[in-house]
């Protein structure tokens, strides 16, 4: 009477102690992997820029500071560092940093739009379209988020009828060089 249940138990025992699937000696164990001494670390740079896409603008200054220990700050570093700032609001030193950025080193489109955004943010709308012209003429017009910042700005510092104030008109986009865009909101 048990002998079919039986058979049929051991029969699925046997065949999956069979399998291929699981840990094998190979494998270190059921433990996440160790760290390899001998792997290229990622740049303190890019875990920045990771940082400030994700929204974590306390780590990616951290970041961005361990990477100027490590190699010194550069444009990229400072805009880096202004652009976090600018995202936890502290306008007055994401302006410091980033005027910084642009007088020590060749100012780069995306450091001067970042600019050009926090100067709007603080209201300062005709040195805001003067900061957008210089970073359009450097980008020769090829970045369309430059190109609506320099627009939204002019509209802005004419009180132009032409446009329909709507939500899209209040927002400026940051720029960062490299793959990532980023959106700062204007208060309501």
Known sequence: MFAGPIRALLLVTALSACSTGGIDASQT????PGIDPRAEA??????????????????????????????????????GL???NLGLGRLNQA????????T?????????????????????TAEAVQIFRRAFALDDGEST?????????IAKS???????????????????????DFLIRTAL
């Open 29 to 32: 164990g059921p433990f996440a």
């Open 42 to 79: 990622v740049s303190g740079v890019e875990v920045g820029h990771r940082l400030i896409s994700a929204g974590e603008y306390e780590l990616a200054i951290r970041a961005f500071n361990r990477a100027a220990l490590n190699t010194g700050l550069d444009a990229e570093i400072l805009s």
């Open 82 to 84: 202004g652009t976090a």
């Open 95 to 102: 302006e410091q940093i980033l005027r910084r950025a642009i």
């Open 104 to 124: 020590e080193f060749d100012p780069y489109p995306e450091t001067l739009n970042n600019l050009g955004v926090v100067l709007m943010e603080r209201g300062e």
């Open 145 to 153: 988020l430059i190109r609506d910042n320099l627009r939204k700005a």
């Open 158 to 180: 004419e009180d132009s009828v032409i446009l329909q104030p709507n939500e899209d008109d209040n927002q400026f986009k940051l720029v960062r060089r490299g793959s990532s």
